[in-house]
Each structure stands twice: as C-alpha cells, then as structure tokens.
C-alpha cells in the first residue's frame, strides 16, 4: 500500500469540508427552542474551546463530555483506545511571512540569510492566521474509566454532587465578576420593576435585582444581567458597529444565562427562548454564527470566573479547617482506607499529588494537636508519630532515629509558614536536622539557629546524665562512671 503525501489543496478542501459540516450543524439548532437549548447544554460543556471547534465536536461526537488531543491523555497516564477515530478540529496555525522585493513568502521558504536579516529586523515580516486539522479524542474513548479517573479529576473542573450549591457562593463569584466589568451592583432598582427579575442601565453600567426575587432566582437574573453588561454595553455597541435590536439582546442574554446556569446545575425549567423566532427570520447565517460566537464567549468567560471564585473559596475553607483539607487530599489520592498507616498514605499521595504532602502534614500536625501554631516564640517541631504535641525544636530533634523507616515531621519558626517533609530513614538522613541541613528549606541565618539550640541540647544532655552518675555513685549502688556511656 502507498501513502500519497497530501497537497495543499487537499488540506484546503478538508478544511473546506468541516466548515461546510460546522455550518449545517449550525443551522440544526435554529429549528426550535429544544435544539437551542440542546446545544447550549453542550456549550457549557466545551466553554473552553472556540465556537466552530464545538460545533464540530458536537456533530461527530454526540453526548461528548470532555475532550482532549492524543498528547493530553498521554500525559494524563491514559491510553485512546485501538481503533479510536479521532474528533476532527481545527489548529490555529500562524505563519511568519518576509518582505522579498515585492513579494511576501513563508518564513519556512526564505533563505537562510532572508531569515537572518528578519529577526534583527532588517526585512519586514508579517503574520498571517491560517488552519490545519487537529484531532482530539472523548473521555469515553479512552481507557480512563477502568482506571477510575472522573472527568472532573482529569480535566480539574469544579464538580458538583448534583445539589444546589449555596447561593451565596456564586453571588460572591458573579459580584467579583461585575467588579471586573466595573459594573455598579444598585441596592435598589431606579424604579418599579414589577415582575422583571432584574434590569441592566447602560448609561450607568449598573444593574438592579427585583428585591422580591428568592436567591436562587437572584443568581440566575444577575448572569442574565451581567450577560448584557458584557454584550450590550455601550463600548461593545461602538465596536460591532450596529445596534441590535431588543428581540436578539435578550435572546443572548438569556443563552449566556441557560449555558452558565446549566453547567452549574441550577434548574433551567423556566427559561424562556421565545425570541428564537423572531431573532431568525430574515437573517443569514453569518449573523446566527457572529452572535452565537457572542455568547459561547461571555458564557465560557462567566463559568471560568466562577469557577475560580468557587475554588479558592474551596481552598480558604480548608485551610481554614485542617480536617477538610486532610479528606480533601485523602480524597484526590484515593485514601479510602483510614487506618492505613502514615508511611503508605504519603506514599499514595506522592503519587497522584506530590505538591500536597506539605500540606497534608501541616493539617494533620494542627488537626492532631489542636496547638495554635501562630503562638510559638521560637523554633518547635512536631515528629509525627513520635511526639503528641509541638516540642522547642532541640528536643524534638533528640531522639533515635534508627528504627523508623519513614520519619515526618512538621517544623514551625516563628513568623513564617509551617514546614513540613518527610525522609525514609537513614537512607536519607539520621534525624531531621540532619534532612534540613541536606535539602537546604531554610536560610542559613534559621539553619544556625537550629545547630545552635541542638548543640545546647545535647550538652544540657550530657551534663543531666553525668548528674545522673554522681547521683548513683553517691548513694553507693555499686556503680562507677565507665558504668555509663556517655553520649
């Protein structure tokens, strides 16, 4: 079998082909307010890539959830399938072109010295946006499920149970986003609103709530409103260079309200797109593309600011709470087992998440202890496993190391973050100031300190076992100095 190597006008045509099958799949959706919302459920799903490279998913792969090239799922440690055929999509492909005489040509065409001259700027160059066709592969194509990855692990998406999340919580997130658009959050509307849920002004940029809306509606009529900040601004008007007229600024600002609200799981049984009729009749389809290109943008903007705000506010709870943050790392590494020991646990964590054995340990020292580390005066220290409670460093520091395979331990100095690590051994070091001094994690200033206060300690040692002798030898139990073995 021969393999004949495509031409440019090969690449051409196919490219060609998917725009044409990106515009029918387009056109489906305009039928009824089923399909309209059938793809805006598939919107929310795929908010991260452009509008065409989802129409594209969308028509050759239905009920696709997520997505990702052959590369992607290599490096998630997950295998495509055999005889998996990939999700045609298209690669943005730039290309430098240099002045020769008159002429543009490829920077990959140019001479050597044509190149050379370019990038010190001595021949003028130009970009220029072209696409290829890439292909990427759905979750369920791979072999993820066996290896019981979800898609909101491989794909670090905020994921939800299925419950409403508090309401407050995404107020908090859409509230950061109209400080971002620096639009004004009114306590009050301008005038009555009756039963319109909310209303955007926009020679003020502001928007107002009708305050007899329940807080769940409040989440929903504020991305309806914030949809029309983003879109319907004055700025954004001047840019597009017309007007659009009520019937499509309400139809977008209720899509990009649908989309956020149904990746987030809010119920979407009242939203209305009666304007679907309207908004198509008489339009071509370079107008449906341009505002539905509208909408993907905004609504994959929102989710992903929401997203954040959801996350780090994740994150403050649990560092808040040393408990959450020890299930939540337990979780992420699969620790289902509580009564697996220390060592393993760690091990399975430096499996999945390395970066989190810090703060696994801190939590667990400050869960453990119930010690308010942000009281110590000077350096503490917590063995895991061998001291209950933070001790001054030194003497946490004075024990035999020998016999334990894994030492962890979590050391506070004043002022500064916890510090927490662990070693296997003496195949690493004998104690952990010994592991300290080798990995280097503090200045050289705290690394003085910490000799210093175990260099007292040991000598303090000695002189309470010599103590100890004197003691002995006075009371004439038999025993002499040589008796001991002085450290």
Same mark, same amino acid.
């Given at each position: 079998?021969? &393999?004949?190597?495509?031409?440019?006008?090969?690449?051409?045509?196919?490219?060609?082909?998917?725009?044409?099958?990106?515009?029918?799949?387009?056109?489906?959706?305009?039928?009824?307010?089923?399909?309209?919302?059938?793809?805006?459920?598939?919107?929310?799903?795929?908010?991260?890539?452009?509008?065409?490279?989802?129409?594209?998913?969308?028509?050759?792969?239905? #009920?696709?959830?997520?997505?990702?090239?052959?590369?992607?799922?290599?490096?998630?440690?997950? @295998?495509?399938?055999?005889?998996?055929? #990939?999700?045609?999509?298209?690669?943005?492909?730039?290309?430098?072109?240099?002045?020769?005489?008159?002429?543009?040509?490829?920077?990959?065409?140019?001479?050597?010295?044509? @190149?050379?001259?370019?990038?010190?700027?001595?021949?003028?160059?130009?970009?220029?946006?072209?696409?290829?066709?890439?292909?990427?592969?759905? &979750?369920?194509?791979?072999?993820?499920?066996?290896?019981?990855?979800?898609?909101?692990?491989?794909?670090?998406? &905020?994921?939800?149970n299925g419950s409403i999340?508090?309401?407050?919580?995404?107020?908090?997130?859409?509230?950061?986003?109209?400080?971002?658009?620096?639009?004004?959050? *009114?306590?009050?509307?301008?005038?009555?609103?009756?039963?319109?849920?909310?209303?955007?002004?926009?020679?003020?940029?502001?928007?107002?709530?009708?305050?007899?809306?329940?807080?769940?509606?409040?989440?929903?009529?504020?991305?309806?409103? +914030?949809?029309?900040?983003?879109?319907?601004?004055?700025?954004?008007?001047?840019?597009?260079?017309?007007?659009?007229?009520?019937?499509?600024?309400?139809?977008?600002?209720?899509?990009?309200?649908?989309?956020?609200?149904?990746?987030?799981?809010?119920?979407?049984?009242?939203?209305?797109?009666?304007? *679907?009729?309207?908004?198509?009749?008489?339009?071509?389809?370079?107008?449906?593309?341009? +505002? +539905?290109?509208?909408?993907?943008?905004?609504?994959?903007?929102?989710?992903?600011?929401?997203?954040?705000?959801?996350?780090?506010? @994740?994150? *403050?709870?649990?560092?808040?709470?040393?408990?959450?943050?020890?299930?939540?790392?337990?979780?992420?590494?699969?620790?289902?087992?509580?009564?697996?020991?220390?060592?393993?646990?760690?091990?399975?964590?430096? @499996?999945?998440?390395?970066?989190n054995v810090g703060a696994? +340990?801190?939590?667990?020292?400050?869960?453990?202890?119930?010690?308010?580390l942000s009281t110590f005066?000077?350096?503490?220290?917590?063995?895991?496993?061998?001291?209950?409670?933070?001790?001054?460093?030194?003497?946490?520091?004075?024990?035999?190391?020998?016999?334990?395979?894994?030492?962890?331990?979590?050391?506070?100095?004043?002022?500064?973050?916890?510090?927490?690590?662990?070693?296997? #051994?003496?195949?690493?070091?004998?104690?952990?100031?010994?592991?300290?001094?080798?990995?280097?994690?503090?200045?050289?200033?705290?690394?003085?300190?910490?000799?210093?206060?175990?260099?007292?300690?040991?000598?303090?040692?000695?002189?309470?076992? *010599?103590?100890?002798?004197?003691?002995?030898?006075?009371?004439?139990?038999?025993?002499?100095?040589?008796?001991?073995?002085?450290?």
């Amino acid at each position: 079998m021969t &393999y004949k190597k495509k031409t440019r006008e090969d690449y051409q045509k196919e490219v060609q082909a998917l725009t044409d099958k990106m515009e029918t799949q387009l056109a489906s959706h305009f039928v009824s307010q089923e399909s309209i919302k059938e793809h805006l459920d598939f919107m929310g799903r795929f908010h991260r890539y452009s509008t065409r490279n989802m129409l594209l998913i969308e028509e050759q792969f239905q #009920g696709a959830r997520a997505v990702g090239s052959y590369a992607y799922w290599e490096k998630q440690g997950v @295998q495509v399938q055999k005889g998996e055929k #990939g999700i045609k999509i298209f690669v943005p492909s730039p290309v430098t072109f240099i002045k020769r005489d008159t002429d543009w040509v490829a920077s990959k065409d140019a001479t050597k010295t044509e @190149q050379k001259r370019a990038k010190e700027g001595a021949l003028p160059t130009r970009k220029a946006m072209y696409y290829k066709i890439g292909h990427v592969f759905e &979750y369920t194509q791979t072999d993820a499920r066996e290896k019981g990855l979800e898609v909101s692990e491989l794909f670090a998406s &905020y994921h939800r149970n299925g419950s409403i999340r508090e309401a407050g919580s995404f107020r908090h997130a859409l509230n950061g986003i109209a400080e971002t658009q620096d639009v004004t959050l *009114l306590d009050q509307p301008l005038n009555e609103l009756g039963t319109a849920k909310g209303c955007f002004y926009p020679e003020l940029n502001a928007i107002a709530l009708n305050p007899r809306n329940s807080d769940i509606e409040n989440v929903t009529v504020l991305i309806h409103e +914030l949809a029309h900040a983003n879109l319907h601004n004055m700025n954004r008007n001047e840019e597009r260079g017309i007007e659009l007229n009520p019937h499509e600024k309400e139809f977008q600002a209720e899509m990009v309200a649908y989309t956020v609200a149904a990746h987030f799981g809010f119920p979407t049984d009242e939203f209305s797109l009666s304007y *679907l009729a309207s908004w198509t009749q008489g339009r071509d389809l370079r107008d449906k593309e341009d +505002l +539905l290109h509208e909408v993907h943008q905004t609504s994959g903007h929102f989710i992903r600011e929401i997203h954040a705000s959801l996350e780090q506010e @994740q994150v *403050l709870e649990r560092e808040a709470s040393p408990l959450k943050m020890i299930e939540h790392i337990e979780n992420v590494a699969h620790v289902t087992d509580q009564g697996m020991p220390l060592a393993e646990r760690l091990e399975r964590i430096m @499996q999945h998440t390395p970066e989190n054995v810090g703060a696994y +340990l801190t939590s667990i020292a400050k869960q453990d202890t119930q010690q308010d580390l942000s009281t110590f005066d000077e350096p503490m220290m917590l063995v895991h496993g061998s001291t209950d409670f933070f001790k001054p460093f030194a003497k946490a520091n004075d024990r035999d190391f020998d016999e334990h395979e894994t030492i962890a331990y979590t050391l506070v100095i004043p002022g500064e973050e916890p510090i927490s690590q662990h070693f296997r #051994g003496l195949e690493e070091a004998s104690s952990p100031l010994h592991h300290i001094l080798k990995t280097e994690i503090i200045s050289k200033e705290t690394e003085q300190v910490l000799e210093k206060a175990w260099y007292n300690e040991v000598i303090a040692t000695e002189d309470r076992d *010599l103590e100890k002798v004197k003691q002995l030898v006075g009371r004439n139990l038999n025993v002499t100095e040589k008796d001991f073995r002085i450290r």
